[in-house]
């Protein structure tokens, strides 16, 4: 069977655009055609498929029904072309089978279709063809076989610096022709070759973000080693690391060297080019700390206090103040109530403005300077913690303080302010920060009663004059509302939990494992029910009374209920209050079966309004003292 | 290590001048008022608008009152120069022609690791944003490639390919050496000795001593002055006062006297002034086409 090579040859493209058409190309090739290998790098975007039909499949193409044959067979057959007796029936249909063009016919338009089918985040035009791309096209070449695809070249380019034209004498030969000119177009091999070259340096855990982009940096990949000058250790070594990583895509490796991957020259000319720049930057940076720790962190924290936080919440001096509060709120001690006190003194430093990744370990670094006790240290550099979905929480009772207080304030302000996230906007990384807050409480056992929380944050915000739209309370439903994809229990039972008589973070997320965990079970069916009945009759009645009134309950199994209610209720509330919610299910269970003898022998529905009001608010009682377990008719049974 | 003898920064640069001005074009002169980039001379930033072919190459002086350090730090300054070459439209080749001028300066580019690197450029002060990359020779950055998409607010009608080359960079580089100071500009003279103590004084102009008062006002004259220059339909004169503006702006924060608000507010009102000029010299250009 035929193979078919195309490549669109391209000025450098960025590592992200490579992405972007590696997984394109994967769909816009219809797979009916064959299976196809997809290379993406710098240069060359290309397909290569091994088994190619001959001809494109034929095509039905369905006209009117068979019994309007003589109405519309006619029209139907001048518009494909065709007379009317060649036209078939199939499934009640007239209509006509297009046979496939041969694969040679067929492919310039379905290659230039993918040429324009392919979409890039950011794209540019540079000639004008009205191509848009995400850098310049400067070559396409088609190969079928051994044949050129008409109005496409048969010739590739080989590396930028060591070759030119690359013929290519059949498809086949494609990779082999490359990789004779430096080039090797298959990303998964580049990485593996990447990933040896350091693993040889002793590197056998990389930053995969760094390695992910360099992979489509070069075309003939060679990791190098080099190194720095010793001095440059006495840096902290984020800030040295961040150097490297930051603007040169370099891998820290031992004490003072360094790998990185090029994609050409002679090595030793290169490693020496790349030590001068590394050295060049270690320097300004260690220039740029001395400059900053000359200031110290008290004087940093000054200048840090007259910076705008956010437009229409003040500056940092205001934002401090919310999380010394805040941590305070927290149960924080005097080491959470200095980090945070000096948490913002690094927005002020030039290193940070120069690596914003920096921001948190370098103010620790400030105050470490600065004699201040580690934990306080240790606070401020932990406090953006945790960075990432799954990354570490802080280590220290202060960090996790401080941290839990710098989210709640920014939730809190960007609620305030208007400024929500939304499903393709998060501007300040709320979703991020909600998530930490719910991993702070479920893995690091953190108290956060989010809601009196969100409102002593918002009140000092309105003390400060900052310029508020929104009530906030909407953050703590978008906190609790991650805890739905957080925990392992079916989202009904968050749901539920989260309109109980708990509202620490934690004790929602426990009550709706224990719900989760007791759902099957019959203490936790006897407690349903009785909810269930109460509610589905008096939550959606209106008149109820607004208190129960003793003397208006006659009927013995009314009486019942009340006495069973006055028991079960405060044993409810003591046991979610100590959190213990087992037992509270089962005080609750107490309740079913007064509730079926009373619906099985009162009628709720009296003809006397005030004893029917009065048994409507009976049956709203037993529901409320339930509901300190949850909203249960969340629960689908 | 290299067989001949590195250029000085002015053979460099006089190397620079021949190979474009062999490749056709115009070579212009430093423009006569502070700009913080080449890209801002009218050379580049008007004549990137409107139909006409375009090649032009010149050194300019790039004057960023931020970014000094009194002398003191060796990789960072207020005044340092670019090579800039503007392609309108940009020639197929502009990347072979590119890495030609590289040779031509000295660069055996098949010995060195020569990259390019995403780097998406964008100017919000004059409304002008372009994709292109940062070249690295071994690591080091030594020039700005830009196709501009957006100049002014308007699309550009040819795509002008922008090379501008970090000077003391390329010089670094080429000499081996780790600072600016330390290069060699002419035989026995160095960077450092025409620039440092240029350096010091400025960053205590810059930062120090401008007097924020007067520059306040400045401002506001420029933009005045601008607008007027707009009424009477003068977009040249009229671009100069948009430069003033951003180089008082620049200043004005140099000084720490621009708050978060007031900055985007100033950017703003700079971007305006650039636009309309933009806007005027277009409309200029299609009523009486020059050159």
Request: glycine content about 8%; some cysteine.
């Amino acid at each position: 069977m035929p193979s078919l090579l195309f490549e669109i040859g391209c000025e450098e493209l960025p590592a992200s655009a490579c992405l972007e058409a590696e997984a394109q190309l994967r769909t816009l090739w219809p797979p009916d055609l064959g299976a196809a290998r997809v290379f993406a790098g710098p240069r060359r975007l290309a397909l290569l498929v091994g088994d190619l039909p001959e001809r494109e499949a034929d095509e039905w193409v369905q006209g009117p029904p068979e019994h309007l044959r003589d109405k519309a067979a006619a029209g139907f057959a001048k518009k494909r072309g065709v007379k009317i007796d060649e036209l078939e029936v199939r499934d009640g249909f007239l209509g006509v089978v297009v046979p496939g063009r041969a694969l040679a016919d067929a492919l310039p338009e379905r290659l230039n279709a993918i040429l324009h089918g392919l979409t890039f985040s950011k794209s540019m035009r540079w000639d004008d063809s009205g191509l848009r791309f995400a850098r310049p096209v400067r070559w396409l070449c088609a190969k079928l076989d051994e044949e050129t695809v008409a109005g496409f070249g048969g010739s590739s380019f080989g590396h930028r610096q060591t070759h030119e034209e690359v013929p290519v004498p059949h498809a086949r030969d494609y990779v082999d022709s490359l990789r004779a000119a430096n080039v090797e177009p298959d990303q998964g091999e580049r990485l593996a070759a990447i990933r040896a070259g350091l693993a040889e340096l002793g590197l056998a855990e990389p930053n995969e973000r760094v390695l992910a982009e360099v992979v489509y940096l070069a075309e003939w990949p060679t990791v190098l080693e080099g190194s720095f000058d010793e001095r440059f250790l006495s840096l902290p070594r984020r800030v040295v690391e961040t150097a490297m990583e930051s603007h040169q895509r370099y891998f820290p490796l031992e004490g003072n060297r360094f790998a990185f991957v090029a994609n050409g020259g002679e090595p030793e000319t290169v490693v020496a080019g790349n030590e001068r720049v590394l050295e060049g930057r270690l320097e300004d940076a260690s220039f740029t700390f001395e400059r900053d720790a000359a200031k110290g962190i008290e004087r940093l924290a000054e200048e840090a206090a007259r910076i705008t936080f956010v437009a229409g919440a003040g500056s940092f001096r205001d934002k401090v103040a919310r999380l010394g509060a805040l941590v305070e709120a927290l149960g924080g001690g005097e080491p959470s109530r200095e980090a945070a006190r000096l948490a913002k003194a690094d927005q002020a430093a030039e290193l940070v403005r120069e690596f914003p990744d920096l921001e948190g370990h370098i103010g620790a670094e400030y105050a470490r300077l600065a004699g201040f006790p580690e934990a306080v240290c240790a606070a401020i550099d932990e406090q953006y913690l945790p960075d990432s979905a799954g990354g570490p929480l802080p280590e220290t009772e202060a960090g996790r303080l401080l941290a839990a207080a710098d989210k709640i304030d920014n939730l809190t302000v960007a609620f305030s302010l208007g400024q929500r996230p939304t499903g393709s906007r998060d501007p300040y990384g709320l979703r991020r920060a909600a998530i930490g807050l719910c991993r702070l409480a479920l893995e690091a056992k953190l108290e956060i009663d989010l809601g009196a929380l969100v409102s002593r944050a918002h009140a000092l915000l309105v003390e400060q004059a900052a310029e508020l739209r929104d009530d906030p309370a909407d953050a703590v439903d978008f906190v609790e509302e991650r805890l739905e994809g957080m925990l392992d229990v079916p989202v009904e039972f968050v749901r539920a939990a989260r309109a109980g008589g708990v509202s620490e973070l934690g004790a929602v997320a426990r009550l709706a494992e224990t719900l989760a965990a007791a759902a099957e079970g019959d203490e936790f069916e006897r407690a349903f029910v009785a909810y269930d009945r109460a509610n589905r009759l008096a939550g959606k009645s209106d008149g109820a009374a607004g208190e129960f009134d003793p003397k208006l309950a006659t009927d013995e199994a009314e009486l019942a209920l009340v006495e069973s209610l006055a028991s079960a209720s405060p044993k409810i509330s003591a046991a979610v209050e100590a959190r213990e919610f087992g037992s509270a299910i089962a005080a609750a269970a107490e309740l079913r079966a007064p509730v079926d003898r009373f619906f099985d022998e009162v009628l709720v529905m009296a003809d006397d309004a005030q004893v029917r009001a009065n048994r409507l608010r009976l049956l709203l009682d037993v529901r409320d003292a339930v509901g300190a377990l949850g909203d249960l008719s969340q629960i689908p049974r | 290590m290299r067989a001949t003898v590195a250029p000085s920064y002015q053979e460099m640069i006089a190397a620079l001048e021949r190979y474009w001005a062999d490749y056709g074009c115009v070579l212009m002169q430093p423009y006569h008022t502070e700009l913080a980039a080449g890209t801002m001379n009218p050379a580049t930033f008007l004549r990137s608008l409107g139909p006409g072919e375009w090649k032009t190459a010149y050194v300019e002086p790039v004057i960023r009152p931020t970014d000094g350090r009194y002398g003191e730090n060796p990789f960072r300054f207020q005044h340092y120069f670019q090579y800039q070459v503007l392609l309108k439209p940009a020639p197929e080749d502009v990347l072979d022609l590119y890495f030609a001028s590289l040779e031509a300066v000295g660069i055996d580019t098949q010995k060195h690791d020569v990259r390019l690197v995403e780097d998406d450029w964008e100017q919000p002060t004059l409304g002008a944003w372009g994709l292109g990359w940062e070249v690295w020779c071994d690591g080091m950055e030594v020039t700005q490639f830009t196709y501009f998409q957006q100049v002014g607010g308007l699309e550009v009608e040819l795509v002008p390919a922008e090379i501008t080359y970090g000077l003391e960079r390329l010089a670094m580089f080429l000499q081996g050496k780790r600072t600016a100071f330390e290069l060699e500009w002419a035989p026995g003279v160095t960077w450092g000795d025409v620039y440092r103590e240029s350096e010091r004084q400025w960053s205590v102009y810059n930062f120090e001593v401008a007097p924020v008062e007067t520059l306040t006002r400045r401002f506001a004259e420029h933009e005045e002055e601008c607008r007027n220059l707009v009424e009477r339909e003068l977009p040249l004169p009229a671009y100069d006062q948009v430069l003033k503006c951003s180089h008082t702006f620049n200043l004005l924060d140099a000084r720490g006297a621009v708050s978060v608000t007031e900055r985007a507010a100033y950017i703003g009102r700079v971007r305006t002034l650039a636009r309309r000029v933009a806007q005027l010299y277009v409309e200029d250009l299609v009523a009486e086409p020059a050159l």
